[in-house]
């Protein structure tokens, strides 16, 4: 199945966003130090763009975060 692919450099901040089939591959970004990878599509749904800042906090394992 496909992915969206975030590309974060060490701020969080987004440096790239890539949508990728199965098995296919990409490069990061200029400054990327991180990844996130999430559901194909959810980038674009949640207007996710190149120089967002993301925060990324931590979910408690018994919780389901998609319940809401």
């Given at each position: 199945?496909?992915?969206?692919?975030?590309?974060?450099?060490?701020?969080?901040?987004?440096?790239?966003?890539?949508?990728?089939?199965?098995?296919?591959?990409?490069?990061?970004?200029?400054?990327?130090?991180?990844?996130?990878?999430?559901?194909?599509?959810?980038?674009?749904?949640?207007?996710?763009?190149?120089?967002?800042?993301?925060l990324?906090?931590?979910?408690?394992?018994?919780?389901?975060?998609?319940?809401?």
């Amino acid at each position: 199945f496909p992915i969206d692919v975030l590309f974060l450099d060490n701020e969080g901040t987004v440096v790239k966003v890539k949508t990728l089939k199965p098995f296919w591959f990409s490069f990061g970004g200029k400054g990327s130090k991180r990844v996130l990878e999430i559901r194909s599509g959810s980038a674009a749904a949640h207007g996710v763009k190149k120089g967002d800042r993301l925060l990324i906090t931590e979910i408690d394992a018994g919780v389901d975060a998609t319940a809401a």
